[in-house]
C-alpha cells in the first residue's frame, strides 16, 4: 500500500464537508450566470476556450497546442492563458526577451513552439482580451486557455477536456474530489474530449463512455490519445532515439505524470524518476539533486528525459545542461477512430460562420 496516497485520500475525505459548501456555491454562481443576473461579455470576433471541469491533468496544453497549429496557417491568431505560478501580475504579451518566469511555462511553451502567433497571459480575462486586441489589432481568433469555468467571457465555442480514467461523471467537489465546476456545467460545452485513451480503446468502450457522460444531442464526443515525439536535446535541439535498453532519469513536474511513465516503463530496460509540484520552479539545488541521481544510473546508454513543460522552467541552466544527456520528449494529440477531419470542420465551420 502507498501510505502517503492512503492518508492524502483520507485527509480529502474529512474535507467532505467544505466540498459540499463548494458544490454548492458553484451551483448558485452558475445559476446567477445562466440567468444572467451576473452577465458576461462577448467580443465581436471568433473565441474558441479549451478548458475542463477539473483541476489539472486532463491534456489542456497539448489540445491549445493542436488548435495553435491547425488555425495558424490561416488566422491571424492569438491564445491567452492566466500564467499559472508566474512571479509577474496582469496582463502581459510574450516578446523575444521573455521567459517563463515571467508568463508561466504553458504560455512559454506556445510561445517557442509559435512564435508567429500572439501569446499573452492575464488573470483577468476579461480586463486582458481588450489589451491583447489593442496591442495586436490585426487578431482574428483567440484561443482560451484554460477558461471555461471562467464565465466573464462568453467564448463562442467550448471544447473541455475529461481524462479517460478519471472522467468527471465519476468525480466530486474539491477538496475531497477534483471538480472545480458541477457536472451539469458539461452541457455548455459544444465539444467533448476525453483524452490520454489507450490507443487500444475499442468503439464499445467508447460507447459505454459516451453514454455515461450522456451529452447533448447537440454536443459531439471525440477520443483522443497521447501520441509521443522524438528527443530532441534540451539545449542544442539535437534528436536522439530511445532504445530499448536505455536507461532513463525522469523529471516530471506535471499534474499527471502517470501516462508518461506508463511509457518511458514499456520503452526502456528501466528508468528512475524525480517527480516534482506542478509547475514547479527549478533550483539550482534540484539541479545539483538531478546530477547526484544520474550519477547512480548503470547503464551504458544513461540519459535524462523531461517533458516540454518542464524543459521551459529548466532551459535558465543552460550552461549546466549544455553538455549533459538531456533530453525533451514532446507529445502531442492523436484523434482516435479516424474523426479528426470531423473535429477540423466543427471547427472551421464555427470560425467561418462566426457573426452570420
Known sequence: MNFNNFFLRSFRLLLFPFALVYGLVLRIRNYLYDKQVIRSTAFNLPIICVGNLSVGGTGKSPMVDYL???LK??????????GYKRRTKGYLMAGKETTAVEIGDEPMQFHLRHPEIAVAVGEERIVAVPQLLYDRPETELIILDDAFQH???????????????????????????????NISSARRADVIIVTKCSPAITEAESRAIVRELDP????????????????????NQSPRELFAHSEVLLICGIANPSPLTSYIEGETSGYDALFYSDHHIFSIDDL??????????????????????????LVKFREELRDMPFFVLPISVSFLFGRENEFRGLISNFIMNFGK
Open 151 to 181: 464565465r466573464a467571457i462568453t467564448a463562442g465555442f467550448n471544447i473541455i477536456l475529461t481524462d479517460c480514467n478519471n472522467l468527471y461523471t465519476r468525480d466530486f467537489y474539491l477538496p475531497t474530489g477534483d471538480l472545480r465546476d
Open 68 to 70: 495553435a497549429s491547425i
Open 288 to 313: 545539483h539533486e538531478i546530477r547526484e541521481r544520474f550519477t547512480t544510473l548503470q547503464g551504458p546508454d544513461k540519459l535524462i528525459i523531461t517533458t516540454e513543460k518542464d524543459a521551459v522552467r
Open 216 to 235: 447533448l444531442p447537440t454536443q459531439q464526443v471525440f477520443f483522443s490519445a497521447i501520441r509521443y515525439g522524438r528527443l530532441y536535446h534540451i539545449i
Open 73 to 82: 496557417t490561416e488566422y491571424k491568431l492569438a491564445t491567452l492563458s492566466r
